[in-house]
T-cell receptor
Framework: GDSVTQMEGPVTLSEEAFLTINCTYT??????LFWYVQYPGEGLQLLLK?????DKGSNKGFEATYRKETTSFHLEKGSVQVSDSAVYFC?????????FGAGTRLTVKP | EAGVAQSPRYKIIEKRQSVAFWCNPI?????LYWYQQILGQGPKLLIQ????????DSQLPKDRFSAERLKGVDSTLKIQPAKLEDSAVYLC???????????????FGEGSRLTVL
């Protein structure tokens, strides 16, 4: 069945460092891809999404490009802030079913 | 706009006891989801409702879990009897798009954390 694999954490970076969190997927159809974020003490919230190949989702300085050829949707940010500390979940949706990766915890130190 | 409301936020019970969680989705959202999130794992879908009908409950352990959304608005998830491995955060989410989340966005509540001793 469809699934998502994302890099294991935790990831610890210094402020203003470059961030990449890898995500690859397996799907039989043409899913939509998402990144959700969970800040401490809060519920999951959508960070960005892409609905077809070569689409780039972006929000709050984060970007991810839907790469069909490599079945990937890696999350990137050029300069992280302490406030970006959270757990990041890659997800895919196809046929009404949203599937999540295991999550990657990011800690940004000042 | 009010978000997805869940209660209780925390619950501790002994194994073999029962527990119920409540969820009130965002007003006007036709689709409601219950997810189970075990520590260190991503959320796993338990059941999906569209209005008051079940769309997908293939991963719901029906021998002990039940869920209803009688009036197509709020929903209750029940576990009876609970097992140790049911310790998790139970997340409720809703979405506007009646056909599911393929292009839409899921809005999540803060979750209900269950500890089974």
């Amino acid at each position: 069945g469809d699934s998502v694999t994302q890099m294991e954490g935790p990831v610890t970076l210094s402020e203003e460092a470059f961030l990449t969190i890898n995500c690859t997927y397996t799907a039989t159809g043409y899913p939509s891809l998402f990144w959700y974020v969970q800040y401490p003490g809060e519920g999951l919230q959508l960070l960005l999404k892409a609905t077809k190949a070569d689409d780039k989702g972006s929000n709050k300085g984060f970007e991810a490009t839907y790469r069909k050829e490599t079945t990937s949707f890696h999350l990137e940010k050029g300069s992280v802030q302490v406030s970006d500390s959270a757990v990041y979940f890659c997800a895919l949706s196809d046929n009404n079913d949203m599937r999540f990766g295991a999550g990657t915890r990011l800690t940004v130190k000042p | 706009e009010a978000g997805v409301a869940q209660s209780p936020r925390y619950k501790i019970i002994e194994k073999r006891q029962s527990v119920a969680f409540w969820c009130n989705p965002i007003s006007g959202h036709a689709t409601l989801y219950w997810y189970q999130q075990i520590l260190g794992q991503g959320p796993k879908l338990l059941i999906q409702f569209q209005n008051n009908g079940v769309v997908d409950d293939s991963q719901l352990p029906k021998d002990r879990f039940s869920a209803e959304r009688l009036k197509g608005v709020d929903s209750t998830l029940k576990i009876q009897p609970a097992k140790l491995e049911d310790s998790a955060v139970y997340l409720c989410a809703s979405s506007f798009h009646a056909k599911g989340p393929n292009t839409g966005e899921l809005f999540f509540g803060e979750g209900s954390r269950l500890t089974v001793l």
